[in-house]
């Protein structure tokens, strides 16, 4: 593992935890595709609610989607190997009476001994220096049949252009040096990996943004966000 990357993404977002929770922060892109998020995962696990569904959120920052998927009845643990983030995700939680298993973890690291009914992964592959090792790793803690949930960014000038040069250096949506584009993951890549694991019914759907209505919706335009949903066999 190259450390000196390691920590820089430690630093990064590190400096970063306190601006959570704020809708008009940093962290305001997050804030907008909460929503749509959320009614992707209630699509793929065809549920209204989560009635105690047993998720596991990879690298949960401050808790964001797993206090979204905890207010519709999951039973949610979070990881993250930010100790700021767990820091801010657990007291936002006790604010709002949540009852979130928020712990300090480097998953590429570190083992968990638990196995869960859903794994979710949203925005964390494309920070990684060996996703392909993770996805291999994540099998581990998911249940036979149990549900991988992915949200990653396509790689191609287009999302380069729009992420970084746009979302990043001219609007400043996204922080400053939040992403490398050589992470970025092409949908075929990420599909062979999970084949390779054992995974099925590999499905894709894309994130778009609509600029006329300034919104977010699912869409089968993966050439920029898309998420991938897929079954351990």
Same mark, same amino acid.
């Given at each position: 593992m190259n450390y000196k990357v390691k920590? =820089?993404?430690f630093d990064h977002f590190s400096t970063l935890a306190r601006d @959570? @929770? =704020? !809708? !008009? &922060?940093k962290f305001r892109v997050l804030h907008d595709i909460q929503p749509i998020r959320i009614e992707y995962i209630l699509e793929v696990l065809n549920k209204k609610n989560l009635n105690n569904t047993k998720i596991l959120d990879i690298g949960c920052g401050g808790g964001l989607i797993s206090e979204g998927l905890s207010k519709i009845g999951a039973n949610v643990t979070g990881i993250d190997f930010i100790k700021e983030n767990i820091d801010v995700a657990k007291m936002? =939680? !006790?604010k709002n009476n949540l009852n979130i298993n928020y712990v300090v973890k480097d998953f590429e690291k570190e083992k968990i001994d638990s196995k869960y009914d859903v794994i979710i992964i949203l925005e964390v592959l494309e920070h990684l220096n060996n996703w392909e090792s993770f996805i291999k790793k994540i099998k581990v803690n998911l249940k036979k049949n149990g549900i991988l949930i992915i949200s990653t960014i396509n790689r191609n000038l287009l999302s380069k252009f729009l992420?970084?040069?746009? &979302?990043?250096? *001219? *609007? !400043?949506l996204i922080? *400053?040096?939040t992403h490398n584009f050589f992470k970025f993951i092409k949908p075929e890549e990420l599909e062979y990996v999970l084949t390779s694991n054992?995974?099925?019914n590999i499905q894709f759907r894309g994130l778009s943004f609509n600029p006329k209505k300034l919104s977010w919706n699912l869409s089968e335009n993966t050439k920029i966000n898309f998420f991938c949903s897929c079954v351990l066999a």
């Open positions: 920590n =820089s993404e @959570w @929770w =704020s !809708k !008009k &922060g936002h =939680s !006790k992420t970084i040069d746009i &979302g990043e250096n *001219l *609007l !400043k922080p *400053l040096n054992k995974f099925q």
